[in-house]
């Protein structure tokens, strides 16, 4: 059985209630439990922060003993060099995910950190973006 974390960045424990014409309606927890019903086959986690440090510390934790890190870093994918640099230094290969289209956004949004570390990217599917990732694996 495949071992795959999803690991969500700053303001992601908002889903649901946060700019729900961007993100939905639909809480990160509720669509969580619908993608473990569906893919029983993969031993799926979930870990949300809203700290740099404490997402980069889970990154080094879970990256060399999973097969898959789904990572949306949020806001962070645009700023920090840290958590590059954390998936830089890894063996777990991840796929950097993102709800809504970054290049349809500011453009400080177009600008990943992550991106030139990342398995590959997926943007713009909605919550429909991480089942794409698991997919991936």
Not at 99 to 120: C, M, Q, W
């Amino acid at each position: 059985m495949k071992k795959i974390i999803i690991i969500n960045g700053p303001n992601l424990n908002l889903l649901g209630k946060r700019e729900p014409q961007i993100y939905g309606s639909l809480t990160f927890n509720e669509f969580f439990e619908t993608i473990k019903e569906k893919y029983p086959q993969v031993a799926l986690e979930h870990y949300q922060s809203n700290v740099e440090g404490e997402l980069i510390n889970k990154i080094q934790e879970v990256g060399f003993t999973y097969d898959g890190i789904i990572l949306n870093a949020a806001a962070y994918t645009h700023t920090s060099v840290g958590i590059g640099d954390a998936v830089a230094a890894i063996e777990t290969p991840v796929i950097e995910v993102h709800i809504s289209n970054t290049f349809k956004r500011e453009d400080f949004r177009h600008l990943s950190y992550v991106a030139p570390n990342a398995k590959g990217i997926i943007v713009g599917f909605g919550l429909q973006s991480y089942e794409l990732a698991i997919q991936s694996f």
